[in-house]
């Protein structure tokens, strides 16, 4: 496809991510037209993939990484009762019950936010708070690094996991709906090496230096009390 009606390298690697449909599209099209069809086939798929489409349904190899790391989901937020069906969480809220305006219990809760703003950001937001309040949990996003939102989840989380390759979401059906123009993030919120043990194997595990700061502090207080201890019964003995 490279070189054909002046294709650049990068919009060819972009069209390669195209449904079937549309790359058939770009490849039948008269030499003339190739890069106008695959300019407008890329950016149509952008606005699908990543501005405004809410119904993305996580594989089940993710969810049965998350459920190992968690234990199980207390919460979904952002769900549907197809979605739950395989999320298995023991509770979950709709768009129809405005998860933004309910009461979230404190446990363990999963969430893949709808991907359109400003929706995406006030989930993302209200699920740090969340965690900030007690909660633990596991949210699986575009890495979209260079957004408040993202960082703002990224500044509380104890690990990041950077899949290799773009995860394929699924439609209603089960079946795979297309791959998404950019990668994904799974951010975990918790305590311990479960998360990855789970996940060991699945992407690039990274830990934000706020948790690595955190995990300082709470090394260097656990040392200096068992210092104070030994001197303590080093005195009376």
Known sequence: MIGR?????????????????DLAAVIIAPPEETKAIAREAVKRAHVTNNGGN?????PKDILHRARAALGGFDLDPASSEKANEAVKAKRFFTAEDDGLSQEWPIGRIWMNPPYAQPLCAQFCERFVAEIERGSTGIAL???????????????????ICFPQGRIKYLDATGEPKGTPLQGQAILYFGEGDAFDAAFRGFGVAVLPQGALNIARVAEASERAHLQRMAEMFGGAG
């Open 5 to 21: 009606g002046g294709i650049s390298v990068s919009l060819a690697a972009k069209a390669a991510d195209l449904s079937p449909e």
């Open 54 to 58: 809410n119904e993305w349904y996580t």
């Open 141 to 159: 996003v575009n890495n979209a690094t260079e957004t408040k939102w993202f960082q703002r989840l990224m500044s509380a989380a104890t690990a």
